[in-house]
């Protein structure tokens, strides 16, 4: 019989920043048969704004918080009870609170006493403001992990995709960053570790040959140089250096046609140029059950792919299934792993 942690994976909770959604979404969603199905779930963060999410939610769970993280706390996880390994002070800001559960739950991952983490949503301007200056979670993760080949995707379930296998990826080249840094932030080297990045996420899934698409930058690919020279003198050459080391890339593809033929079962991952290109072409293919899954980490991570909402924060109506649907994913990539 396969160990209990590799049955049930230890998937370890962050709160987020406590003004927005993340602390109602997971107690929202602790009452949701699936969370406990896919893993042994612990929250960490501030075990009282885990307690008003749970009171808000109207639900019979109660959190029991501890100083550290245990096996023994992640067996008492259940409908009725919310383990929380508290980090921060009531009086830590929201920025400074999340920066803290992000940070031990990192550090927990790269010891081996999770087997993976999931993360609410952030305040990128409350974590500048706490003086951590990071863009977000992909760049803070990928300093704490101390990697520097790393990326954020973007990836659907394959019970959202019926038509792709393992489900279906976006792996961006740029990302947190203005569209007006994009040109020169791109380079072949750049587009081509995307593409190594995508054919071994994909594999992660289980799909043993990805195809993968590359998005163009340009309108209609550049028409022939008529709209840019991007495609021919960066992003080309970079599908060939990909192809050369026996990954299946081929474009640049006109990125008006592209995510329909992924979404279709032609390609397994698409690789975007930057943040808007891949982000809203997945997320009008499942807004709320896209996964935020970097890649490059030693450690499983994900997240929910929407951000804090704090205009509808804290009045009970944030929707949890984006949370369910990255804890069942890092369980299920933590079972691979195993």
Request: hydrophobic share 45%.
């Amino acid at each position: 019989m396969p160990p209990l942690s590799s049955q049930f994976p230890r998937v370890l909770i962050t709160m987020g920043d406590p003004s927005g959604v993340g602390p109602e979404v997971a107690a929202g969603a602790w009452a949701d048969p699936r969370l406990h199905a896919a893993c042994r779930p612990v929250v960490i963060g501030r075990p009282e704004q885990f307690e008003r999410g749970l009171e808000l939610r109207s639900t019979t769970a109660r959190v029991i918080a501890a100083d550290r993280c245990s096996d023994e706390l992640f067996d008492q996880a259940s409908p009725e009870v919310m383990p929380c390994v508290a980090v921060g002070q009531a009086s830590t800001t929201p920025g400074e609170a999340a920066f803290l559960a992000i940070e031990q739950a990192a550090r927990l991952a790269l010891a081996g006493e999770i087997d993976a983490m999931v993360t609410g949503p952030i305040s990128k301007a409350a974590l500048q403001a706490a003086g951590h200056d990071y863009p977000g979670h992909t760049e803070l993760l990928a300093d704490l992990c101390g990697v520097e080949d790393f990326a954020m995707m973007l990836y659907l379930p394959p019970r959202c995709v019926p038509h792709c296998e393992h489900g279906l990826a976006v792996v961006h080249t740029t990302l947190h960053t203005s569209l007006r840094s994009v040109f020169d932030l791109l380079s072949t080297d750049a587009i081509a570790a995307k593409c190594r990045l995508a054919d071994r996420a994909m594999r992660a899934f289980g799909c043993n040959r990805p195809r993968v698409g590359v998005a163009a930058l340009n309108p209609h690919a550049g028409e022939g140089g008529l709209f840019g020279d991007e495609e021919a003198t960066l992003i080309a050459p970079a599908v060939a250096i990909a192809q050369g080391e026996g990954i299946h890339a081929s474009g640049p593809h006109s990125t008006d046609t592209l995510m329909v033929r992924a979404r279709d079962g032609e390609f397994d991952a698409v690789v975007a140029m930057y943040h808007d290109q891949g982000h809203i072409a997945l997320k009008l293919l499942g807004m709320h059950q896209a996964v935020n899954v970097t890649l490059g980490l030693p450690i499983i991570r994900t997240s929910v792919a929407h951000g804090t909402a704090p205009d509808i924060a804290w009045q009970g109506v944030a929707e949890t299934s984006g949370l369910l649907a990255a804890v069942e994913t890092a369980a299920d990539l933590a079972r691979r792993h195993d």
